[in-house]
């Protein structure tokens, strides 16, 4: 017992240890990451909020922001407080070191899940395995919408799985943790009322389980569960309404929140497999299949082996109490909105960004198949059983050595069926955020530097941009200065994402590549530039 403990300590030592270790690569790391498009917007709908509630609900300008306000802003007004308690700090810098460590405490919560349903072993597989995941790492800095609310979401499947071993009586601390976490889900996306449904599933599914009981103990057992979560979903609707001020409008305008996200349909294109697709005509597998080839192949292997056990559990030694029914709510949160998805053939863009919220649960099955398999084996051969763990180790190993080999890019991490970002590339969507913007405007300075004896130190040069302003303005020193007029531009950055880099024609000065993959380059258009002036100064001149 004391040997088996022993082991146990192990792995949640590496598990904490883990954790540790991503925070403070985070800090050292955190300003390698661009400034995606959508975060300007998010920063000043934090504002606008905190505006709305400074002003005493008089300022509703909020409500006339874009689409925003179909949106819960909670870590948008967490990170505008964090800013005014630290101003001497960059707005951006924080909402990435912020977005990090939530992304961080998402890892701990798949740790937790799994370390709950299959054991330390399991859970610490699972925290490596989306650790070294790069839709998650890469992700972690900049999807300052995506990360927060699939952390949230995952903390309260945590709380979810807690208190529904106790049922009908649950803990109260297991009651407001899962109240506190679904509303942290709400206060950034009405997707968070998937978690309603999940605990409305976890219900019936112990209600079924009580084998022997009359139908009426079953119903009376059902009806005191769920006055016991009441007070949990009253805890989500506070903070819900707190941090979604359109939400506290009116009573369904949740609802209708939802409703308008099915139906959402910009003039925004996405690639599969080479096709480009308008984001509300993409065929229903286009979430399935990034996520059969974004997930790396440790995870998806990991969770069919948990998804087949819940079908055949194997010997009852493999089994704790529970296990079966703790796995088969988390293969549900973990397939039921993909399904949802395919079936509605809902809009969708960018890939596997607004399915991030899965991807824990991914990882926490695929510790718990993983976990499984090793016990299955040791009670064959102890040696099968340690080669298991060798070859779990060293894919984990291996996907570290990509992601460290992607740096900053590690979203764009693809897995061997498409053969990886080289095979992926101009098939799949890449750089979307514009992650190369750091990389390219180094690269960018470096060359006006080699410039500065034939033009001058102190010329200033026009940039075009294949992305938003500010991630350009934020890096770049005063002499590249931004332009709208791409044609007089004497510099191009780009992302070869959907072919924005032959936007503009150009001698190619630079190049961002990796794993021999091009995912961004650097023009230079003097020539081209002085060309498009020349032309442009005597119709000037004639006005």
């Not at 017992?1 to 082991?7: F, S």
């Not at 920063?43 to 606008?48: F, M, P, R, S, V």
């Not at 959907?498 to 003097?526: H, P, Y």
């Amino acid at each position: 017992m004391n040997a088996r403990l022993g082991v146990c300590d192990r792995y949640d030592l590496a598990a904490v240890a883990l954790l540790i270790g991503l925070t403070a690569l985070a800090l050292a790391t955190y300003d390698s990451y661009a400034i995606s498009n959508d975060e300007a917007a998010q920063q000043h709908y934090g504002e606008l909020i905190v505006a709305y509630y400074a002003s005493g609900f008089t300022d509703q300008t909020l409500f006339h922001y874009v689409n925003l306000y179909l949106y819960g802003g909670l870590f948008d007004v967490v990170a505008v407080t964090v800013q005014r308690l630290l101003p001497f700090f960059d707005p951006y810098s924080v909402r990435h070191v912020l977005c990090a460590v939530i992304g961080i405490a998402g890892i701990g919560a798949t740790w937790a899940c799994a370390r709950l349903v299959a054991g330390p072993r399991a859970g610490a597989i699972a925290a490596f395995a989306l650790a070294v995941c790069g839709p998650w790492y890469g992700s972690m800095f900049n999807h300052t919408k995506d990360i927060p609310f699939a952390a949230a979401m995952m903390g309260a499947t945590y709380f979810l799985l807690r208190l529904t071993r106790d049922l009908p009586r649950p803990r109260w601390r297991h009651v407001f943790g899962f109240g506190l976490l679904l509303g942290a889900a709400l206060g950034i996306r009405v997707l968070g009322l998937l978690m309603v449904g999940y605990a409305c599933f976890a219900m019936m599914t112990h209600t079924y389980n009580l084998t022997g009981e009359a139908t009426r103990d079953r119903l009376n057992f059902f009806a005191r569960s769920a006055i016991a979560l009441t007070p949990a979903f009253f805890v989500a609707y506070m903070i819900m309404i707190a941090a979604w001020p359109w939400s506290a409008l009116a009573l369904l305008n949740p609802l209708r929140g939802l409703v308008d996200f099915g139906q959402f349909h910009y003039p925004i294109q996405t690639l599969l497999d080479g096709h480009v697709y308008e984001m509300g005509d993409v065929p229903r597998w286009y979430v399935p299949v990034y996520l059969l080839i974004k997930l790396p192949p440790l995870i998806l292997a990991g969770a069919g082996v948990a998804s087949l056990f819940v079908v055949w559990p194997g010997p009852m030694a493999l089994r704790s109490s529970g296990w079966r029914t703790d796995t088969g709510l988390l293969v549900f949160i973990a397939t039921f909105p993909v399904v949802c998805e395919a079936v509605d053939r809902g809009p969708a863009f960018t890939g596997l960004r607004h399915f991030l919220f899965v991807v824990p649960t991914f990882a926490a099955l695929a510790g718990i198949g993983l976990d499984r398999l090793v016990a299955l084996t040791a009670m064959h051969r102890r040696v099968l059983a340690a080669a298991a763990l060798g070859a779990i180790g060293a894919s984990l190993a291996w996907n570290a050595a990509i992601l460290v080999e992607l740096h900053p890019d590690q979203y764009l991490y693809y897995n061997p069926l498409v053969g990886g970002l080289e095979g992926a590339s101009g098939l799949y969507v890449t750089d979307y955020w514009v992650n190369i913007m750091p990389e390219a405007v180094d690269d960018l300075e470096a060359y006006v530097d080699k410039l500065a004896g034939s033009d001058g130190g102190t010329r200033r040069y026009k940039v075009a941009v294949c992305g938003e302003r500010l991630p350009f303005e934020k890096r770049a020193n005063p002499r590249l200065q931004w332009t709208d007029d791409w044609k007089a531009a004497d510099f191009f950055i780009a992302p070869t994402h959907m072919n924005c880099d032959r936007a503009l024609d150009g001698k190619v000065i630079a190049t961002i590549a990796r794993l021999g993959a091009r995912i961004g380059v650097v023009k230079d258009r003097r020539m081209l530039a002085r060309a498009v002036v020349a032309h442009r100064r005597p119709t000037q001149g004639s006005k």
